[in-house]
């Protein structure tokens, strides 16, 4: 069997479970409740684990006590690149993670994290909440036995950290490279040995040499995670991430068995951490560039001839999955929620913004 087939029938029966579940209430369970979620990000991992955190935090909260979360780090149940299968198998009954990490399941779902030359954070919440993300999520979703839920963005990511600095395209042939998601396939196409290597094993891998330069998050997250102390190269806008979305994915049965104000509370604490980690994330990267640059990071942006490489890959990458339906259509309504947002938010945001910086110096 194809793998469109079987993505086909896998969804076909999803929607027979759905539609199964309404010609009977399901057992809601009673008393307090307890729900095992395993992570991507180690205890303490500035912005992700953050994110996990507020989340698990704010469950607890909402519902009084009736409702927690037991946050298991990497190792401590199942690896970091292992939460989707936990979850989906019923080992775990939900994941905070980043769902481009598994777009190996479905290419589909990078769009929950960040596409390359996608959309700003703004630009996420707007399709996700607005413009038909989060019922693309969902249907995504009920192909693997998942209720997902937007979860956390850490804003604009970097292009990374490099030990040289990079004058060309061709500069990127042959470097072993720390990248996820489709934006890694990109720099594959440049001739880069990508590699989709946990956050909890970057610094060692960055500094014996395993990777010649990597992608994190930001410079708060990269601060802490202690990157300068082995590259001092940084390049601080990047075109893979340029809002990076995080995800909770819960089994769809242990959701579906949750009482609707449970079900509430998960969708909304899922919300909250959305703009909570995303402010908390902004709020601290101007600083924590700063200090990098006081230890001798130099911070710079790749040229133009290098965007121009990485629009044109990017390009190739994305029509590579095309006879996909399902990805078709998200790609096809995230596209046109994009240019519907960015043509305001350009004129506007962007304009006062340059004028702002033009006028106060």
């Known amino acids: 069997m194809d793998r469109r087939s079987f993505i086909t029938k896998a969804a076909l029966g999803g929607t027979a479970v759905v539609a199964a579940g309404t010609l009977a209430a399901p057992a809601y369970a009673q008393g307090n409740q307890t729900l095992t979620m395993v992570t991507s990000w180690p205890h303490g991992f500035a912005v992700l684990d953050d994110a996990a955190v507020y989340f698990a935090e704010a469950v607890t909260a909402m519902s009084d006590g009736t409702l927690t979360i037991d946050k298991k780090a990497p190792g401590e149940l199942v690896g970091a690149l292992e939460v989707f299968d936990a979850v989906t198998s019923g080992q775990a009954d939900l994941y905070h993670s980043a769902d481009y990490y598994y777009i190996g399941q479905h290419p589909g779902y990078a769009y929950f994290t960040a596409v390359p030359f996608g959309g700003t954070a703004q630009e996420l919440n707007n399709w996700y909440l607005h413009d038909g993300g989060k019922e693309l999520h969902d249907e995504l979703g009920q192909i693997f036995g998942l209720k997902s839920f937007l979860a956390g963005n850490s804003g604009s ?7 040289n600095e990079i004058n060309s395209a061709e500069d990127f042939n042959g470097l072993k490279f720390r990248m996820p998601g489709l934006g890694g396939r990109v720099l594959g196409k440049l001739g880069a040995s990508v590699q989709n290597i946990p956050g909890g094993e970057l610094y060692q891998a960055l500094s014996s040499g395993a990777v010649d330069g990597l992608e994190w998050v930001g410079p708060w997250a990269d601060e802490r995670a202690g990157f300068q102390e082995v590259a001092k190269v940084y390049y601080t806008a990047g075109f893979h991430e340029p809002g990076s979305g995080l995800a909770v994915g819960m089994n769809r049965d242990v959701y579906e068995n949750l009482s609707p104000a449970h079900q509430s509370i998960i969708e909304t604490a899922s919300l909250a ?6 402010s908390l994330t902004l709020a601290n990267n101007g600083a924590a560039l700063g200090r990098l640059q006081a230890q001798g990071v130099r911070t710079l942006q790749f040229s133009d001839d290098v965007w121009d490489a990485f629009g044109t890959a990017s390009a190739e990458v994305m029509d590579e999955f095309m006879d996909d339906e399902l990805f078709a259509r998200i790609r096809a309504s995230f596209e046109a929620s994009m240019a519907k947002s960015s043509s305001w938010i350009s004129k506007s945001d962007g304009e006062y913004v340059r004028q ?4 106060l110096g």
Request: with cysteine.
């Open 157 to 163: 990511q970097s292009g990374g950290w490099f030990r």
């Open 356 to 359: 702002r910086d033009r006028v």
């Open 273 to 278: 951490t959305c703009h909570h980690n995303l």
